[in-house]
């Protein structure tokens, strides 16, 4: 029955909010206007009378199921919905043959799948034939990364289409819209207004359904942010700690910490605490970020790292988060130098290219007369008993010539390190110079 409602436009009057809400075309969709205003990719396939299939991919309540509805209504396609959570291949065969039969009537189909990407490869695969036969017109929804979830084949025959998260001025708007469907206005002040869009966190449909809970209030007394915020719930924030979400916040901490941003870092770092991550994944993030973007250049940051680490582990939570965020901004305007990461993978590669090269005979381990007696450990000088505290001897292989893998960057600490290595290369080459003579 509620099949025969939608597809008809009608809703039952004891419908949610949201549902009453639903536009009734695709100019009354929010938000997205870069795909359905004029000019816009989907708005174009509808003026051209020939949908394509494609991937809707953006946050939950942003309109996909309404778009993929209004898409066929438009387009003049026979509208059929699935979904991947409820749905088996028995389900997919039996949409695909109404489809097939739909198709020899001279009716085009419209199969809008919701979360596919919880559909599993073969599952994806199924739809491939169908597709490209034209049986059906496929639009898939998903939350996910269509890169990560979708089979390659299946995303080469679709369009893939990203939605925004409702802004401002369209969760404003559906609210405006719901005051006049209720014929009453929000029981809210200004302030409070702005805090309930602020709570739905760009999700049109979460708003709708915390108005339907406030329109069930009486007119008065009017809610003010802390009225509000004990009327309802807070949102827990979207977000995924085996996700795309988790790996662009994270990266997002990263780049702004080196970036020497400490604020943004805060940001970042508070979203993910807030979001649920795991403060010891952030706490090796941020040790990683010591020796990967600042190194030399401030050693002390590596201890800070791993003392946040240490301070968290005895601490817990909500009190450890605070070495986290101390570690975070002392990075974050920390100099930073790449020199050691440099210096590193440049050398791996040395060692890859020379193979089992011998250590020079002079600083090899002698343990027994045999190998003093091959000349292990002669000549060597222990460089702390030189006049200069420095002897200038060959350390490398034997057979291979002297590289400069570290090249400190010149920012804080490494300034220091840079005029001494410059000072130790003039007496190598003087002993050089000397041996040769």
Known sequence: MSDLFEASGIHPPDAPLADRLRPASLDEVVGQDHLLGEGGPIR????AGRLGSMILWGPPGTGKTTIARLLARAA???YQSISAVFSGVADLKKAFEQARVRRAAGQSTLLFVDEIHRFNRAQQDGFLPFVEEGVITLVGATTENPSFELNGALLSRSQVFVLKRLDDAALDQLLTRAEAQEGQPLPLTPEARQALTALAD????YLLTMAETLFALPPE?????QALAGTL???APAYDKSREEHYNLISALHKSV???DPDAALYWLARMLNGGEDPLYLARRIVRMAVEDIGEADPLSLLVANAAKDTYDFLGSPEGELALAQA???LSTAPKSVGVYEAFKAAKRAAAETGSLMPPAHIRNAPTRLMKSLGYGKGYQYDPDTPEGFSGAN???DGMERRVFYAPKGEGHEAKVRERLEHWAVLRARRRQDDAD
Do not use: K, N
């Open 44 to 47: 174009r396939m509808v003026e």
């Open 76 to 78: 003049g396609y026979q």
């Open 202 to 205: 760009g999700d049109g449909r």
């Open 221 to 225: 007394p009017v809610l003010d942010v």
């Open 233 to 235: 719930q807070r949102r």
């Open 258 to 260: 080196r970036g020497s």
């Open 328 to 330: 975070v901004v002392h």
């Open 395 to 397: 350390f490398f292989p």
